[in-house]
């Protein structure tokens, strides 16, 4: 289907959204079963002391649930990467709070409730002590992996709000062991979906719906302990929740929901009115849809401010393609956690509020709003996070306008698209296995407007997350590792630069071979991008040497510190190649990709740049090449340092007269760019570049560089793509500064980033 095909959700008014082929959509009013009694009596005469102490038992509640699920469940995917969520919502499944755990996933939990209400309150009812188990991705699961198990809490006879949990599940089935699957032709491979089935009744487990989904997974043992972790934290909170209102009475507890609620949307609110209206965009580029695939797949996520409405969009994003898609319900989700963390941080994970006046209109039948029976099984590591990361720029961009809610700006992070190794095979003690390296959660974070992003920081999409120990992932798994270490020059380069990211690498240990697939995306193009002049942050990278002499040098006592110190045959692996083996004396390394930077980087503090040569984040070659400064004996060359990043800025300066404009600043856009009345200005010198309205770009002096400019660690993208993406630079023609930086395929037109409506 060609791009003119496509048409927005909102446009689609013919289409039945029920999540059978297309994706489930909550109409504004639920059609729900009139024998089903809902809880809606609320006192808002709260005092200080009781509304606080019922907030935070709630929270409490909340954190303590995806805790017992943590402890419980034997995967490290729950116990290292924190792939889980829980939320309580209100009986018509507005949020309360979401966990600090894997934040998509609550995002897509309150579709799941509203289907349950719409679909489920008749036929088979919902009842006191029922669970309902749902891994559908067109009514409201990320991908199959993600199974939620809903439990409705009633207070006598009338219901009085949801506990949910969401949490990958080990292996549900298709045709990979683990369940990505990288060479799906659609979601009829993937493993069995579950729209929501009641799997508890009266709080005992239905054994014919469990042995239903069990016998779906290569390991049904895992899966079986993974739901009881699932059913015991719903249980715990739900017995937790119906404390509070016996203490404190229904109408009281269901009160401060309420306020939390109301609370969260009166300080977005004023948020807005802080804000211009008007139209932020951000672009970027997904590989390889499916073994075989040398396209790039375009991404583009708008933002649209009308008052205190925000409307997000998807217009331009590329159609459905191969394995690598996402649905509605995993496009939304993913957008939440940016919403949750740039808009709605100070609400302690409390977006319902805000969410009141959001609306998501994607246009279907694209790679992140993708129709049935399209492939999703690796969404959240492709489709959805390269969702996620545009929308953190395209919200910067838009609060950057207000000197306050400036300072809550995060560059794209690490890891924006994962590179999944998928490894199988015997394991140790002869049992076959199936797994994802977890190692890539360590991400980076990305550069603050104030300040330096953070090294090896984790997932913003995942705040408490951790890198599982080296031991750990050892004692699970027949692998052993050569190193573990933060990669110099890997993040963005920027006034304030980007977290750096971290190589594992390692090789088969008491198992004559593993198997491997590899689901990646981002290691030609850069999907980090920076922000406001900041650079890209590294790509990922695969490095795979076989018949290496590691094993000589390890009888030998050496110590192996990077895998190109070793003699063996280089092996360049494709972004989607699939079943290939790694021997005792294959040696594999995964790279994930670092943090964008913020800010141009001729403007980083030389002080900040002697530092960070010193402590190998940055190399001397690239302080002088890319951020200007140059050593000597160890220390800044000012009258150098001075002289060259001036030449640098003099190098795009227009020969001729620019025009400046007389007007005071009107609204501050980003670092370098100012509206002045009804003109977008460079802010250091004031030349004009553009009329309000038109394209500020276009005002500019543009410049193309090879996209292995931006960063020392990104390597030839002829390797895996045919497209030939390029570094885009636009700079000052007055002064030469450099106002803002894309990443683009050559042939696609400057972006039109931001554009104040009238």
Request: some cysteine.
């Amino acid at each position: 289907m060609s791009d003119a095909e496509l048409k927005r959700i909102s446009e689609l008014t013919d289409h039945t959204f029920d999540g059978i082929t297309n994706p489930y959509v909550p109409p504004k009013t639920l059609d729900i079963a009139r024998s089903l009694k809902l809880h809606s009596e609320y006192d808002m005469d709260l005092d200080p002391v009781t509304f606080e102490v019922v907030r935070h038992g709630m929270w409490n509640i909340n954190e303590e649930h995806g805790g017992t699920i943590q402890r419980i469940s034997g995967s490290p995917v729950a116990m290292y990467a924190l792939d889980l969520n829980p939320t309580i919502m209100t009986e018509d499944a507005e949020f309360v709070y979401v966990g600090p755990f894997m934040q998509y996933m609550s995002g897509v939990a309150d579709t799941q409730v509203k289907w349950i209400l719409e679909n489920r309150s008749d036929n088979p009812g919902i009842a006191d002590g029922d669970m309902f188990l749902a891994n559908d991705p067109w009514v409201g699961a990320a991908h199959q992996q993600d199974v939620m198990l809903i439990c409705p809490v009633f207070w006598e006879d009338q219901l009085f709000a949801w506990i949910t949990n969401c949490l990958h599940q080990y292996d549900i089935g298709g045709i990979t062991p683990g369940s990505f699957c990288p060479s799906a032709r659609d979601s009829f491979d993937e493993g069995i979906m579950l729209p929501p089935v009641k799997i508890l009744e009266g709080m005992k487990i239905r054994r014919d719906i469990e042995d239903l989904y069990l016998r779906s997974s290569r390991k049904p043992d895992m899966v079986a302990l993974d739901f009881r972790a699932q059913m015991a934290g719903n249980m715990n909170a739900r017995k937790r929740l119906l404390g509070l209102i016996d203490r404190y009475g229904p109408k009281t507890v269901k009160g401060v929901m309420r306020k939390i609620i109301d609370d969260g949307e009166k300080t977005y609110l004023d948020k807005m009115t802080r804000l211009p209206d008007g139209v932020w965009q951000d672009r970027t580029y997904v590989e390889c849809s499916q073994p075989g695939d040398r396209s790039t797949h375009r991404v583009v996520l708008t933002v649209r401010k009308e008052g205190h409405k925000l409307t997000f969009e998807n217009d331009g994003t590329a159609p459905q393609s191969g394995a690598m898609n996402a649905t509605y319900s995993g496009w939304r989700g993913s957008v939440i956690v940016a919403i949750n963390q740039l808009l709605c941080w100070d609400q302690n994970f409390a977006p319902g509020g805000a969410l009141r006046h959001i609306t998501f209109d994607p246009t279907l039948g694209t790679l992140n709003c993708a129709k049935h029976p399209a492939s999703v099984s690796t969404a959240p590591i492709q489709a959805m996070e390269i969702s996620l990361y545009p929308a953190y720029n395209a919200i910067s961009k838009m609060i950057y306008a207000d000197p306050v809610m400036r300072q809550d700006i995060i560059c794209i992070g690490g890891t924006s698209q994962w590179p999944a190794t998928i490894f199988r095979g015997t394991d140790q003690w002869g049992e076959k296995f199936g797994y994802i390296l977890v190692d890539p959660i360590g991400g980076a974070i990305g550069a603050f407007s104030t300040g330096d992003g953070i090294s090896t920081g984790g997932q913003a999409r995942t705040p408490i997350c951790k890198m599982p120990n080296v031991e750990h992932t050892e004692q699970d798994f027949p692998v052993l590792f050569l190193y573990r270490k933060e990669m110099p020059n890997s993040g963005g380069a920027g006034k304030f630069r980007g977290g750096l990211s971290a190589e594992s690498c390692f090789i088969p240990h008491n198992t004559n071979q593993i198997i491997h697939d590899t689901l990646s995306s981002g290691n030609a193009t850069p999907t980090a991008t920076g922000m406001m002049g900041g650079y890209p942050g590294a790509t990922n990278g695969y490095r795979f040497k076989r018949s290496s002499d590691v094993l000589g040098r390890m009888r030998d006592r050496e110590l192996v510190e990077d895998i190109d110190d070793l003699n063996g045959e280089s092996v360049t692996l494709g972004l989607r190649q699939i079943e290939f083996l790694q021997k005792p004396d294959d040696v594999y390394a995964v790279l994930c990709s670092a943090a964008g930077g913020f800010g141009d980087p001729l403007d980083r503090d030389p002080h900040s740049v002697c530092s960070d040569v010193a402590q190998y984040s940055v190399t001397a070659r690239a302080a002088e090449e890319i951020y200007g400064v140059v050593l000597t004996d160890d220390a800044v060359d000012w009258s150098a340092t001075e002289a060259l990043r001036e030449e640098r800025r003099m190098r795009h300066r227009q020969s001729g007269q620019t025009a400046c404009s007389k007007e005071p600043v009107t609204l501050q856009l980003t670092e370098k760019l100012t509206l002045r009345g009804r003109q977008y200005c460079c802010a250091k010198c004031s030349a004009v570049l553009a009329k309000k309205g038109d394209n500020y770009k276009d005002g500019c002096v543009c410049e193309d560089q090879p996209v292995s400019s931006s960063n020392p660690l990104i390597g030839d993208p002829a390797r895996f793509i045919d497209d030939v993406p390029v570094f885009r630079q636009f700079f000052c023609p007055g002064c030469g500064v450099l106002i803002e930086n894309e990443v683009a395929v050559q042939t696609d037109p400057y972006l039109m980033d931001l554009n104040l409506a009238n």
